[in-house]
């Protein structure tokens, strides 16, 4: 049974439907990539996820009960942690007060120590490469923010996590340890949805890649069993093109 099922997702802006009917199923320990062109409605589909905007309709199941997710409070409380794009970290902050900004540990005051013992344990567990928590967000790599962003979505104990384009800014070598990183949520039992442009990055840790296009679900494959050409015919609907639609009109004049 999928931690997270979505049937039916509509939501338009004004003139504009963003998303049309969209399914979509998350099983724990498993990652799912979302693709598609700009425009396509990624951001949109993990805004109604994370509590942003609310679904005009149709229906989201987590842990096999009917969820409301109306505000951002109310995924937290379901066990939904998103990083968006952003990471939303204070570059001016150190590690620690980032990982607990606004949910700080405190027994009488502020507890530095147990703060920074929980920072160690959350960055050890997804073996993270930081070399001080006292460093301030600033002096890290694009990859080492990625992974902070990570971590703190981490301390609310969630059940699934949401990545938006968690490669876009980064090298080679950050890639593949932010790409690590997901393997290790997936290990640990997480249901993780991974929004990407990278087919590259999709093939290494997707288990399942649903594809949008034009607000709408396109197709969705099992990574091991699909080639990139085929997710990116089914991204820029090169498989719906002038071409196909001749020979299908042909073939119904022929019937
Ligand atoms: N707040 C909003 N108000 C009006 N229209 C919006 C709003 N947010 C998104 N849209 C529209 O909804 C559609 C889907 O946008 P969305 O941002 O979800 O796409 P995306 O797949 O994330 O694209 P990108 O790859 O460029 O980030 C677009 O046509 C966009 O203009
Ligand atoms: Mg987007």
């Not at 099983?27 to 700009?38: L, T």
Request: with cysteine.
């Amino acid at each position: 049974m999928p931690i997270l099922s979505l049937s039916g997702i509509t939501k338009t802006f004004g003139a504009v439907a963003a998303l049309t009917g969209i399914d979509l199923d998350v099983e724990a320990g498993e990652v799912v990539a979302i693709v598609g062109d700009n425009g396509a409605g990624k951001s949109t589909l993990v805004k109604i996820l994370s509590g942003v905007h609310a679904a005009d309709s149709g229906t989201i199941t987590f842990e096999g009960g009917q969820a409301h997710i109306a505000t951002p409070a109310d995924a937290h409380r379901l066990g939904i942690a998103t990083v968006f794009q952003d990471l939303a970290l204070c570059e001016n902050l150190n590690v620690i007060e980032n990982l607990f900004l606004g949910q700080e540990l405190r027994a009488l005051r502020l507890d530095d120590v147990a703060m920074e013992v929980r920072s160690w344990e959350l960055l050890r567990q997804l073996s993270a490469k930081i070399p001080s928590v006292r460093t301030p967000v600033a002096s890290l790599s694009g990859g080492q923010r990625q992974t902070v962003a990570i971590a703190r979505s981490l301390l609310a104990d969630p059940k699934v996590v949401i990545l938006d384009e968690p490669t876009a800014a980064l090298g080679v070598a950050q890639t593949a340890e932010v790409l690590n990183l997901i393997e290790r949520l997936r290990d640990r039992g997480l249901g993780v949805i991974m929004i990407s442009h990278n087919m590259a990055d999709v093939k290494a840790v997707a288990d399942k890649v649903a594809v949008l296009r034009l607000g709408r679900n396109n197709g969705t494959f099992a990574v091991g069993e699909v080639s990139q050409e085929d997710i990116i015919a089914a991204i820029t609907g090169a498989t719906d093109n002038v071409v196909t639609r001749r020979a299908q009109s042909q073939e119904r004049l022929r019937q």
